[in-house]
């Protein structure tokens, strides 16, 4: 750093927008830190209230402050920019910001596994599922409205609305009233390693975190079982299948 550096306004523009862009990063970090550190402290389930009221407040706040800042208009506390875009052109950025966040997970996987090897990588991404699948499933019922106990549809519309549901191709079958079996039928991941000739990543230990947690966290009377997850054999139609089943005693 040069010398004659000693505050921001110091700085080039594009070293502005550097720390810009890092400051924003902190942010990101400090909340979730926060949330990590209610829950150690004051135990989940009032982590995931405070969660959900600092979100709805926070929101507000910064998009006030910043379209003082960047001069966007706001409607009804929202970005006019965003509420006035094409459906077409949500469903883009949308589809745009599922990316985005499969292509982080990966970074951090690989960066764990260059470092320390793949177990270790295995062995963070099965604890962060544990993590964030729930966690997933309480925003997305926030987002569809849906009650304590949803049942199966809940479910189904959920996992529909998960970021993964907007990067592969899923599908229902086998419907009763007490089941569903949900497949995985394209996997961006598995569909690169078969491209590239590679055997499929044994993802079935991060899925008997990820799917039973998703399922409990939307419906606690919803149980689920593993048809076939590689390392497991699997049809060519699917890569990863599942069985959720609705048990009324399951949540006691």
Same mark, same amino acid.
């Given at each position: 750093m040069s010398n004659h550096i000693k505050k921001p306004e110091d700085l080039s523009p594009d070293a502005l927008v550097k720390l810009i862009l890092d400051m924003g990063h902190r942010l990101i970090v400090h909340h979730t830190l926060w949330y990590k550190e209610v829950s150690h402290q004051m135990g989940e389930k009032k982590a995931q209230k405070a969660l959900e009221t600092v979100f709805e407040k926070s929101l507000g706040v910064q998009m006030k402050r910043l379209s003082k800042v960047l001069g $966007?208009?706001?409607?009804? #506390? +929202?970005p006019a920019a965003l509420v006035d875009m094409s459906k077409e052109k949500q469903i883009e950025l949308l589809d745009s910001l599922a990316?985005?966040?499969?292509?982080?997970?990966?970074?951090?996987?690989?960066?764990?596994?260059f470092a320390d090897g793949m177990n270790d990588a295995?062995?963070?991404?099965?604890?962060?599922?544990?993590?964030?699948?729930?966690f997933e499933a309480r925003s997305i019922k926030k987002v569809l409205g849906l009650g304590? $106990?949803?049942?199966?549809? #809940? +479910?189904?519309?959920a996992l529909n609305f998960r970021l993964y549901g907007r990067i592969n191709t899923q599908s229902f079958s086998e419907e009763t009233p007490e089941s569903f079996?949900?497949?995985?039928?394209?996997?961006?991941?598995q569909v690169a390693?078969?491209?590239?000739?590679?055997?499929?990543?044994?993802?079935?230990?991060v899925g008997l975190v990820e799917y039973p947690y998703f399922a409990r966290a939307v419906d606690a009377r919803i149980v689920t079982e593993c048809i076939g997850c590689p390392p497991d054999d699997h049809p060519d139609e699917w890569y990863c299948a599942w069985r959720f089943v609705l048990k009324p005693d399951a949540s006691s």
């Open positions: $966007f208009e706001l409607k009804d #506390g +929202l990316l985005n966040w499969l292509a982080n997970d990966g970074i951090w996987f690989q960066s764990v596994e295995k062995r963070c991404n099965d604890s962060c599922w544990a993590q964030f699948s729930p304590e $106990f949803p049942g199966l549809e #809940g +479910l189904k519309a079996v949900f497949q995985m039928n394209e996997c961006r991941v390693r078969k491209r590239k000739e590679l055997d499929d990543y044994p993802c079935k230990s």
